[in-house]
């Protein structure tokens, strides 16, 4: 594909016309799906860009250019997932280093730095990053930030942890799925590292399975290369066709996420079942502030504890019609969950153990008075 000029341009223009511009052997306006697993050669050794799929695609190239330019960088890396993503990410270290990560996480991020890095030698701690500096060591290589956090929806300060953790010689890994690049873009607040699950709000429509890194730093981009190479946890093309066709609409589906989100919270707040409510937006959230300097907006996800305590949260996961009982979130379509006993099951018993009266929304882009009218009937019924 023939790469257009966006420079200077809009992020809702980036995100129609990120992939390239019409093929120029037919004039298609969208990439092709490119379904080959192998490319032939003009000569031993001399090829025209790829060789074998697992090493390189145009339809993947395409996502990865796209990508980066909506995350403001250089390099970008598609993957099968986005837990292949972070594990290519962890891969950079070596045994004795110390990773500092979040005590509100996601799940599977835990359980794949503890059951699976740990065991090769990697040191891990989980903690408050708003205590970072009395954790930091001379080991320490790695600070993993998720801001919103899931499924608490705490705030990091990027720029802060960022300050903190060069000066330690450390790197700045940031879990960018909640917001996605609409809404904040890490790399410019000194992060070195940016990783998605495209299956999330990037893809949108809860149709593929993705993951992606992004860097500016050219050392980084190298060593993530040959890993997504070496380990070969890289995405089918038709994935990457799913994932590029949902980035198009991402900015127009946030602007109504976060609007929708904002609405369920006003719902919440007023409602006799609800004991708190987790949400950027709120003045009393101890990270308003950050989130209104490093954010766009404050995000189509919604957390909540119920009164009722565990059991009233179980039985409300099971008693709304439009959300839908689900793991996942960023599609288009609202879901409801207990992480506690589904995306977060893993960390029972550790640091990052889920309160069990917590419930998680995705907020999706249906009408707003028929999500606020389900929701509002579910808690009802578990006053």
């Not at 066709?245 to 707040?269: D, F, I, K, Q, S």
């Not at 179980?314 to 288009?332: I, P």
């Amino acid at each position: 594909m023939q790469r257009r000029d966006l420079t200077g341009l809009g992020f809702e223009t980036r995100a129609v016309h990120g992939g390239g511009g019409p093929d120029p052997a037919t004039g298609a306006v969208n990439t092709p799906v490119y379904l080959s697993s192998t490319f032939e050669q003009d000569g031993v050794g001399v090829d025209r860009g790829y060789e074998y799929a697992r090493s390189g695609n145009p339809s993947r190239a395409s996502l990865e250019a796209h990508l980066a330019l909506l995350e403001g960088a250089a390099f970008g890396f598609a993957f099968a997932s986005g837990l292949a993503a972070e594990d290519a990410i962890l891969r950079l270290l070596d045994p004795g280093d110390h990773l500092v990560m979040p005590t509100d996480s996601y799940g599977g991020t835990y359980r794949l730095a503890t059951a699976v890095h740990r065991r090769a030698g990697l040191e891990v701690d989980a903690v408050d990053l708003s205590r970072l500096e009395d954790v930091l060591r001379p080991e320490t290589r790695m600070i993993w930030i998720e801001t919103p956090t899931n499924p608490l929806l705490d705030i990091v300060d990027i720029a802060t942890v960022a300050t903190l953790a060069h000066r330690q010689g450390a790197l700045v890994v940031v879990d960018n799925t909640f917001a996605t690049p609409w809404l904040q873009q890490p790399l410019t607040l000194g992060a070195d590292i940016v990783v998605h699950s495209t299956t999330k709000y990037l893809s949108g429509h809860s149709d593929v399975i993705g993951g992606f890194a992004a860097t500016n730093d050219a050392n980084w981009a190298q060593r993530i290369g040959f890993l997504q190479n070496a380990a070969g946890g890289v995405p089918g093309p038709f994935d990457c066709y799913l994932v590029q066709r949902g980035v198009m609409t991402l900015p127009l589906r946030m602007e109504r996420h976060c609007a929708n989100a904002l609405g369920v919270v006003e719902l919440l707040r007023g409602h006799g079942a609800v004991s708190s409510v987790l949400h950027p937006s709120l003045e009393s959230h101890r990270g308003h502030l950050v989130a209104s300097r490093q954010m766009r907006g404050f995000g189509g996800m919604v957390s909540f504890t119920l009164r009722g305590g565990e059991q009233a949260a179980l039985e409300l996961c099971t008693r709304t019609r439009l959300f839908t009982l689900a793991e996942s979130l960023g599609g288009v379509e609202s879901l409801i969950e207990h992480p506690g006993k589904m995306t977060h099951a893993s960390a029972a018993g550790t640091t990052n153990e889920v309160p069990g009266d917590l419930v998680r929304l995705s907020v999706g882009v249906e009408a707003l008075d028929d999500l606020v009218a389900d929701l509002a009937g579910a808690l009802d019924s578990v006053v």
